[in-house]
């Protein structure tokens, strides 16, 4: 009988452990678990070209842009040898929250600061009694993915897509498909609609055009759907379009090539369906309005724009750094690396890795933003 | 090696253990002072580090549910950081995922345990000594595996083939609404449940088979002389001495089952709401929405959800605590 006591008391115990430890590891993993891929590049600061400067920058967010910009990182540090870039590839709201704890020096973000963050950067002076600014570096196509027997090119309107995240279309054979597809032969099979369960920028651009085109709910980072299954990554998302039959989804055009999925032509304001190409989605980013406030500069996408080579479900990410008041020292290593990747050979290699270069005008706008840190 | 002859032992050494204490032998020299003091430290700092980490933790989760503008324990949303709420309040409730939790760890317990205990009895009263030790190695290899190996394994072999018996399970059992899908299956609380029975096997077995090999030689002569079969000796006396031990053992898989957290995550789609069929895609727990919503959340977010890790340590702590009830009394009626 003691012995049976003691079992129990220790199972017990033990469970209580368990589940402990279990949400201790939650946080530790979360943390440090996507310690930078771009920290390979050397650190030994021996030699120091001129107009480079030196020191270490750190920086966190985005995954997004995460392979845009350890390709830059490698390719920064390789012309400033006294330069180390280390990004964390933490997610956009983790990279935020470092960068207002001062842990990095910039952020980078799938979505401009929202209002309740430009509060939290004020209200930690983070940057002094400055303001916290946006600037655009990385754009990029959103494909929509899908997997139907048999089916290899599908017209999606944009009033389909909201009908389908909705939950009003359920199946691939609805009228509403077949009228913009009159020579596809779609079965009768359940629509399995996919989105990010994470906070996302793609899902904030996806349901932007959903919203404007398509009368969806408004633009949310939180994709707004309650009938679609939602899994963590855009990885994960191309994953299960590709496993399950009858899915659909949405993810940056790389991991629509990577995964060699289907990816459909959706619609723009004039109704017109527009292929996805990385040069149709580059026009229609530089129709954007760019609103530029001192440094802060934000691209709106302009959704009325019907040309017939401009794909419309676009999506740009953001480095975020202190308009005013960033840290003496590590200003010139800021402004190195933010120059570096908005000028034009860095935006070159964008093409190559799956994303659209900014166009020039935008550029030129982040030029004299970056110019004007301080 | 029976109870009867170990507990005088155990009593004469209570004895032995009194005496220093109490001061009657006089002479505690350098050395017990140094081990005595190292222990008592040790005690305290482990006491105060669990006090600092609850401390923590409940003002966290405190802060972030004095925030919460819906009810926290009914409310089936999960919106800490306010991005779909009107004016960004923070709106946040743990119904929907405790559900979900309790959901896919009593389905991985009801497919685990059974054939946990099978192999434990099988290792212990049908094999061989040698030959039940090296099986018995082989099972524990499985609690060796990575959880995250176990998620992928669930997403990308596993998943691909629960249709076939969900769509079985719906057609015998499809008139009981928690069994009705919309059609569609896998990546469901059913899938996640298979993958935790899978991963708490191993604990329940190996906790069950030292059980078993316990059971008094002299209870297991007694049977087969009053002429029992191998089946009814197990029944007889084996499985009666072990209920309570098996029992935490099973809490213990249960445990597991509710904290697990990465190979649930990738199995399981997150759908927004609270989910009752468990066929059909779609499902949170607790755990799994830490590990996706960790990251990108914000500082109420991350509040919320240290809010959500203190109730599924209540949980387990409610279950721990339910079990020992059972057992107690289950042990009071049986003897």
């Not at chain 1, 790389?254 to 369906?273: M, R």
């Not at chain 2, 006090?51 to 933790?57: K, M, N, P, Q, T």
């Amino acid at each position: 009988m003691k012995f049976q006591r003691y079992g129990s008391v220790a199972g017990i115990a033990v469970a209580a452990a368990l589940a402990l430890s279990a949400c201790g590891s939650d946080n530790g993993a979360s943390t440090a678990s996507t310690t930078p891929a771009s920290s390979a590049g050397g650190s030994s600061a021996s030699s120091t070209a001129a107009a480079c400067p030196s020191g270490t920058l750190k920086a966190a967010g985005s995954t997004a842009q995460a392979n845009a910009i350890s390709q830059w990182t490698k390719d920064y540090q390789g012309q400033c040898t006294g330069v180390t870039v280390d990004y964390n590839a933490n997610g956009s709201g983790a990279g935020v929250t470092s960068f207002i704890q001062k842990a990095a020096d910039f952020a980078g973000s799938d979505y401009a600061l929202s209002t309740t963050q430009a509060g939290q950067v004020t209200s930690a002076g983070r940057c002094g009694t400055g303001s916290a600014v946006d600037i655009p570096v990385v754009p990029g196509a959103i494909a929509v993915i899908f997997n139907v027997p048999g089916v290899t090119s599908l017209n999606l309107s944009a009033k389909v897509l909201a009908g389908i995240y909705n939950g009003t279309i359920t199946t691939w054979n609805d009228a509403q498909i077949k009228a913009d597809n009159p020579s596809a032969t779609l079965p009768a099979l359940k629509i399995q609609p996919f989105m990010r369960s994470d906070t996302s920028g793609t899902s904030y651009n996806f349901s932007a055009y959903l919203n404007a085109l398509g009368g969806f709910s408004a633009a949310n980072k939180q994709f707004p759907s309650k009938v679609a299954q939602g899994v963590k990554g855009s990885s994960a998302v191309a994953a299960k379009v590709k496993s399950t039959s009858g899915a659909i989804g949405y993810a940056e055009y790389s991991y629509a090539t990577q995964d060699s999925l289907s990816y459909a032509e959706v619609s723009n304001a004039s109704g017109a369906f527009v292929q996805l190409t990385q040069a149709n989605a580059a026009n229609f980013i530089a129709k954007a309005k760019v609103t530029q406030n001192g440094s802060d500069t934000k691209l709106a996408f302009d959704y009325t724009y019907a040309a017939s080579d401009a794909y419309p479900a676009t999506l740009v990410t953001y480095e975020i750094a202190c308009g005013t008041g960033n840290d003496a020292t590590q200003l010139p290593l800021i402004k190195g690396f933010l120059n570096y990747i908005t000028s034009s050979a860095a935006q070159g290699e964008l093409t190559s890795l799956g994303y659209v270069p900014l166009p020039s005008s935008i550029a030129a706008a982040d030029a004299t933003a970056i110019a004007s840190l301080s | 090696m029976s109870n009867e002859r170990l507990s005088p032992v155990a009593d004469a050494d209570e004895v032995e253990v009194r005496d220093p204490r109490s001061g009657l032998t006089a002479k505690a020299g350098l050395g017990d002072r140094l081990f005595g003091g190292s222990a008592r430290g040790a005690a305290v700092f482990i006491l105060i580090l669990m006090a600092a980490i609850a401390a923590f933790l409940i003002y966290q989760a405190a802060e972030a549910i004095g925030k919460d503008q819906v009810n926290f324990v009914t409310s089936f949303t999960w919106d800490p950081d306010g991005n779909s709420t009107p004016n960004g309040q923070p709106e946040f409730g743990i119904a929907a995922i405790a559900w979900g939790t309790l959901v896919t760890s009593v389905i991985g317990v009801l497919l685990g345990a059974p054939v946990a205990i099978g192999v434990a009895l099988f290792i212990t009263q049908y094999l061989p000594r040698k030959i039940g030790s090296v099986f018995g190695y082989i099972v524990d290899l499985l609690a060796a595996v990575p959880s995250v190996v176990y998620g992928l394994w669930g997403l990308l072999v596993l998943d691909q083939h629960m249709s076939g018996v969900s769509k079985i399970i719906e057609d015998v059992l499809g008139w009981i609404p928690l069994f009705k899908t919309d059609g569609t299956y896998g990546s469901s609380m059913f899938t996640a449940g298979v993958v935790l029975a899978i991963m708490i096997l191993p604990i329940i077995a190996a906790i069950a088979r030292e059980i078993y090999k316990q059971t008094p030689r002299e209870q297991i002569e007694a049977a087969y002389a009053l002429g029992a079969t191998r089946w009814e000796m197990i029944r007889l006396a084996v499985l009666p001495y072990g209920r309570s031990g098996v029992t935490s053992a099973i809490i213990l898989g249960f445990g597991r089952a509710l904290g697990e957290t990465i190979a649930v995550a990738m199995v399981l789609t997150q759908v927004p709401g609270l989910v009752t069929r468990i066929l059909q895609p779609g499902g949170n727990t607790i755990a799994a929405n830490i590990a996706v919503q960790f990251g990108d959340a914000f500082t109420t977010g991350r509040q919320a959800l240290i809010a959500s890790g203190l109730v599924l340590f209540l949980m387990t702590l409610i279950v721990n605590y339910a079990a020992r009830v059972v057992v107690r009394r289950a042990g009071k009626a049986g003897s």
